[in-house]
């Protein structure tokens, strides 16, 4: 069946919702409700004329949560990778009209890899923020039940639905992400954690779940005990919480993929990690994968298990001695908080000028302070700049060097050892 006449079935039917219920007023929601299965009917018959792929077009207007686009387009065991977010026919969807709600939930959808944003009279495709599509669905008059019939059935047949149909192609393309390198893979994730930072704030300031509350008391407790000594705005907590939950779970996620040596996690990803090695990090983890918490995060979930789960064990691999895995917090940062990098001094230093430093720090240990060196017990590690691994791992080869045996001490536990960049997340 040509699209024309499943767009005909569509404006028919929305035509005869709204006559049926026409004291339908407030904000929009209402009247996007009563539509919007009109408008997944739509989709899903389009879908299945252009795509072979078999395509859901899953309803989550009908879930709770503010992180749920209105349809998602999910293939069978896989997780939803497209979306779109609807809007009553009565509102504008240009970003600068925008206002309120429906300003806010653009801002959290724009970190979307691929969705498409209509008021069934046009629609936009978005690669997250980046508009690279937009087409004329219908005139607004022909979705409204006081426009007379031979005007809608004039404009109906004036109307070119190449466009809808274009914009329907292009979601029904949507891929898993495929990072090419360690900055792709730390870009990749660092847009799924925006994802989940934007609708855990958004969420903490409608109201959390007991549960999610819980989990939200246990991290300021726990992380943000003293949030000011780090240089946080304790001004905004439920800020500070909203970034520590999505980059825990981001880095969480993808500690337990490589510390189970499996190709893909999922939601009990906690059990991969061994609890005497993180037992910290897996009972985090296991709350952040809780019921209610994924159900508060909706499809940001799937983004960020999509997005560990794309990145291929070669793309981290250590090549030529550089190791990427050192660097990709520094790269995810710079995507996820860009004022953070600077702020808080996140970057990342070269082995050599590593080496250097602690050989001259020996060196004046030793002859200008007329200590044992490192290995003085007057000198312990644990000091600003030298709690990244890789000062302790050359701390350890400056001493075997000098015929010594490094003494074990609280900063070298084995978390530092089994995950190369396991202090990016603490």
């Known amino acids: 069946m040509p699209i024309r006449e499943y767009v005909e079935q569509f404006v028919a039917q929305v035509r005869a919702d709204r006559a049926a219920n026409p004291g339908i007023a407030g904000d929009g929601t209402a009247l996007e409700l009563l539509i919007a299965p009109s408008?997944?009917?739509?989709?899903?018959?389009?879908?299945?004329?252009?795509?072979?792929?078999?395509?859901?077009?899953?309803?989550?207007y009908r879930r709770p949560g503010l992180g749920r686009p209105d349809l998602a387009f999910a293939l069978p065991n896989s997780p939803a990778r497209a979306f779109i977010e609807l809007k009553e026919p009565r509102k504008s969807i240009e970003p600068r009209d925008l206002r309120g709600h429906d300003l806010d939930q653009f801002e959290r959808f724009r970190e979307l890899p691929l969705w498409g944003h209509t008021n069934c009279s046009e629609i936009r495709l978005y690669r997250r923020d980046a508009l690279v599509d937009q087409a004329t669905i219908v005139s607004s008059l022909v979705l409204d039940p006081a426009t007379g019939q031979p005007e809608t059935n004039a404009l109906l047949a004036a109307a070119d639905f190449a466009g809808l149909q274009r914009i329907l192609d292009s979601l029904a393309q949507a891929q898993a992400p495929a990072p090419v390198d360690a900055?792709?893979?730390?870009?990749?994730?660092?847009?799924?954690?925006?994802?989940v930072r934007q609708i855990v704030l958004a969420q903490c300031r409608a109201g959390l779940d007991p549960v999610?509350?819980?989990?939200?008391?246990?991290?300021?407790?726990?992380?943000?005990?003293?949030?000011?000594?780090?240089?946080?705005?304790?001004?905004?907590?439920d800020q500070l919480f909203a970034g520590a939950l999505a980059q825990t779970l981001v880095f969480g996620l993808l500690l337990a993929r490589e510390?189970?040596?499996?190709?893909e996690v999922g939601g009990d990803a906690y059990r991969h990690l061994p609890e005497a090695t993180y037992p910290l990090l897996r009972g985090t983890l296991r709350a952040?994968?809780?019921?209610?918490?994924?159900?508060?995060?909706?499809?940001?979930?799937?983004?960020?298990?999509?997005?560990?789960?794309?990145?291929?064990?070669?793309?981290?691999?250590?090549c030529n001695g550089r190791d990427p895995m050192l660097y990709l917090y520094e790269d995810f940062l710079r995507v996820f908080d860009p004022s953070a990098v600077a702020k808080y001094g996140v970057y990342y230093t070269p082995p050599e000028i590593v080496q250097l430093m602690v050989a001259e720090t020996e060196r004046a240990l030793?002859?200008?302070?007329?200590?044992?060196?490192?290995?003085?017990?007057?000198?312990?590690?644990?000091?600003?700049?030298?709690?990244?691994?890789?000062?302790?791992?050359?701390?350890?080869?400056?001493?075997?060097?000098?015929?010594?045996?490094p003494v074990r001490r609280r900063d070298d536990r084995p978390d530092h050892i089994r995950f190369r960049a396991a202090y990016v997340w603490i």
């Open 39 to 60: 408008f997944q009917v739509l989709v899903q018959a389009t879908i299945d004329e252009i795509s072979p792929r078999g395509w859901r077009i899953l309803p989550e």
């Open 183 to 195: 900055p792709a893979a730390a870009s990749v994730l660092a847009h799924a954690a925006r994802l």
């Open 212 to 237: 999610s509350a819980d989990v939200r008391a246990e991290f300021n407790e726990t992380l943000f005990a003293r949030a000011e000594a780090g240089g946080y705005d304790v001004r905004d907590m």
């Open 259 to 263: 510390a189970g040596g499996v190709i």
């Open 288 to 318: 952040l994968t809780l019921d209610e918490v994924r159900d508060m995060l909706g499809v940001g979930f799937d983004v960020v298990l999509d997005a560990v789960n794309s990145i291929a064990p070669e793309t981290m691999a250590v």
């Open 366 to 405: 030793i002859e200008g302070l007329g200590t044992d060196g490192l290995l003085d017990q007057k000198c312990p590690p644990s000091r600003p700049g030298l709690r990244n691994w890789d000062f302790h791992d050359r701390r350890s080869q400056t001493c075997r060097r000098a015929g010594k045996r």
